[in-house]
């Protein structure tokens, strides 16, 4: 599986952005997939998680309530929609994809990975 990242960008505080992730080969829809965030001068951190069928979901605190992971296995791709976002949020958001249909938030869990879109969040 080959995944892109896209949709980043330059948003104000308290508003929305979203993220998208493409993925190309043909074992995409028994993945489960997750989002990740790495921050400036910070670990790279969980914030997402879906199973292959988009049946079950998992967030972070940091973000529960405030983040939506979701996926079209039609379309091969998987969606953060994010809202009241906050300078913190601020950093590379990877998406990856781990080889069975169910994952968690551990790195370890995922095996494929896009390459990353910036998200700034300006206050």
């Known amino acids: 599986v080959q995944l892109h990242a896209s949709g980043g960008g330059l948003v104000q505080a308290g508003g929305s952005l979203r993220l998208s992730c493409a993925a190309s080969?043909?074992?995409?829809?028994?993945?489960?997939m997750g989002w990740f965030r790495q921050s400036p001068g910070k670990e790279r951190e969980f914030l997402a998680h879906?199973?292959?069928?988009?049946?079950?979901?998992t967030y972070a605190d940091s973000v529960k309530g405030r983040f939506t992971i979701s996926r079209d296995n039609a379309k091969n791709a998987v969606v953060l929609q994010m809202s009241s976002l906050k300078p913190e949020d601020t950093g590379i958001y990877y998406c990856?994809?781990?080889?069975?249909?169910?994952?968690?938030?551990?790195?370890?869990?995922?095996?494929?990975w896009g390459q990353g879109t910036q998200v700034t969040v300006s206050s």
């Open positions: 080969g043909p074992t995409f829809r028994g993945s489960a």
């Open positions: 879906i199973d292959y069928r988009g049946g079950h979901t």
């Open positions: 990856a994809g781990a080889r069975t249909t169910i994952a968690g938030s551990r790195q370890g869990q995922y095996y494929y």
